[in-house]
């Protein structure tokens, strides 16, 4: 890299508009998509689609609700011909579907165009010529007047061959190609005579499309041209104003978002973002940016998943895992700070009286996408106490004290530390069994039966079997309660002096059939040790509980 980089690359110049009103608009409702997966995005793969995977593509942009969709280049060739034509009249395309297409601006690839959509009940044509200087002056050649007159050309031809097909509701698209980094003015004056050519009215108004075909300027400068444009343009009320931000600079999104602010009323793009270079404005990303700020955008995303796999197998590229709202791993914390946050955030929403989303983390809930809520904490060498107790509570319903939380972080830490990989929720899960001695064949106490009756006095007698180092032993003893009982049974029989500091219980799940869990922090000696019972009965719960105490001093 240059150590001095303006000896060959200029700043962008701003846009001379001062009194700019877009830094104080909203984004209230959805723009008119259109979705150019099938033209831009499959012309920016290695291997394009076949006939196959763009008719599976144009199904599921159907089903996620796209109105507007670009299905080919018909000019380019009869893989694309043949495709667009096929569909228009195969009756493919439902009654509330616009199909679009693309053509230079060259009489012969018009009218290539015009005859791919014969029979269409209603298509766009999207007529283009570059218009910047770069474009001017090294690749066509041509004064500001030529390339004017090549987009008036095209104009005509267009109005000429809808003309020649009345059947169909033709509607007309234009783009100043390198709108970005062209001259606003010029931009504006090539727009108007292409208008002048076609005579849109407000009833039936033309598209006239802004690309940011090089992202070369930060989002702020792209909406001032947009801005500055819809202020300028003859007729405004007679052009649709759309937006196709290509994401160099890592802010296509940003752009149509700020674009829109500045009064434009129509988005394209693609799925995921795919296209040239870096890729396109990605409609998912910016339809759920709306949709966390409390605005519809009529686009379906409820199954993302399925979306991502349809895309993934069409385009050949992968969905990368921390892409927005649906990467794999955009949902899932390992880090033990933002793990508690995560998990508190759950418990305050499910006591809350409104349906007002406010979870720390995750800026949309994954279920509305489809999601579940297993792979939102997940645990490795990084996580915290939160992250396993929250895999615990998902995967066997278990909600550990917070000091139970505490203690049982060292045996997943050593776990995690020992395998050098993440801990899925069976190796949590059979952490915690070996820790506190929960379904394993390895206690030294296990509880065969028992029963528990009430003496005259009030007290509780317990009097069961327990199986001791493979063996079983009648055992008995007398407390204030059931637990006290079994404390006093072990004391007598085994010489195990342990003292409860807390007891907690709680089910798991709902219904005649749920469990029960009950976990107790006692002491032994000066040992603080911690037990837990699972078992359908509470209070057969609460005695697992206790062996598992004893277990656990035994271990120590």
């Not at 000019?75 to 569909?87: P, Q, V, Y």
């Not at 296509?252 to 829109?260: R, T």
């Amino acid at each position: 890299m240059l150590k001095n980089p303006y000896n060959k690359y200029r700043p962008f110049p701003q846009i001379n508009l001062p009194d700019r009103q877009w830094p104080g608009r909203v984004i209230d409702k959805a723009p008119r998509w259109l979705s150019t997966d099938l033209r831009d995005g499959n012309q920016s793969i290695i291997d394009p689609m076949d006939a196959v995977k763009k008719r599976r593509f144009f199904d599921l942009l159907v089903e996620v609700g796209v109105k507007e969709i670009e299905v080919g280049f018909p000019s380019a060739g009869a893989t694309e011909f043949d495709f667009i034509s096929g569909l228009v009249q195969s009756g493919a395309v439902p009654g509330d579907v616009t199909v679009q297409v693309l053509t230079q601006s060259r009489e012969d690839l018009i009218r290539t165009s015009f005859e791919s959509l014969r029979g269409a009940r209603s298509a766009i044509v999207h007529l283009y010529n570059a218009v910047s200087p770069a474009w001017r002056d090294i690749v066509f050649r041509m004064s500001k007047e030529q390339v004017r007159d090549i987009a008036m050309t095209g104009a005509k031809v267009m109005r000429d061959c809808a003309a020649e097909q009345p059947d169909t509701d033709w509607h007309f698209q234009y783009s100043p190609e390198t709108f970005s980094t062209a001259e606003i003015d010029f931009s504006i004056e090539v727009c108007a005579a292409v208008m002048e050519v076609l005579q849109p009215t407000s009833e039936k108004p033309i598209i006239l499309n802004l690309p940011a075909t090089v992202e070369a300027a930060t989002p702020n400068i792209y909406a001032d041209q947009i801005e500055y444009f819809c202020r300028n343009l003859p007729n405004r009320d007679a052009a649709v104003i759309s937006l196709h931000t290509h994401n160099d600079r890592g802010t296509g999104v940003a752009a149509a978002e700020l674009g829109l602010m500045a009064g434009a009323d129509r988005v394209e793009g693609c799925l995921f973002g795919n296209g040239e270079r870096t890729g396109n404005c990605c409609l998912v990303t910016m339809a759920l940016n709306m949709y966390t700020q409390g605005v519809d955008p009529g686009l379906d995303f409820s199954d993302i998943d399925r979306v991502i796999e349809t895309v993934e197998y069409c385009n050949d590229l992968p969905v990368h895992q921390r892409h927005p709202y649906g990467g794999e791993l955009v949902y899932t914390a390992f880090s033990g700070s933002h793990q508690d946050a995560i998990k508190k955030g759950f418990e305050a929403n499910s006591t809350q009286n409104d349906e007002l989303w406010r979870v720390p983390y995750l800026p949309i809930d994954p279920a509305d996408l489809g999601r579940d809520y297993e792979a939102v904490i997940r645990v490795n060498s990084q996580s915290g106490k939160g992250g396993f107790a929250w895999v615990l509570e998902q995967d066997q319903g278990l909600k550990l004290p917070k000091k139970m939380q505490a203690d049982f972080s060292r045996y997943v830490q050593h776990m995690a530390d020992e395998l050098g990989r993440e801990l899925n929720a069976a190796d949590i899960w059979e952490a915690f069994k070996s820790a506190y001695h929960v379904k394993t064949s390895d206690k030294k106490f296990q509880l065969v039966d028992y029963e528990e009756s009430r003496a005259s006095d009030g007290t509780r007698l317990f009097v069961g079997k327990i199986a001791v180092d493979g063996g079983q032993q009648s055992v008995s003893g007398r407390g204030n309660g059931l637990i006290s009982s079994v404390l006093t049974t072990l004391e007598d029989a085994f010489d195990l002096d342990i003292k409860v500091l807390d007891y907690t219980e709680h089910a798991l799940g709902t219904g005649r059939d749920a469990k029960a869990a009950a976990y107790l922090m006692c002491q032994s000696g000066d040992q603080v040790i911690w037990g837990c019972g699972i078992d359908e009965d509470v209070a057969t719960a609460s005695v697992r509980a206790v062996l598992s105490a004893a277990n656990s001093a035994m271990a120590e």
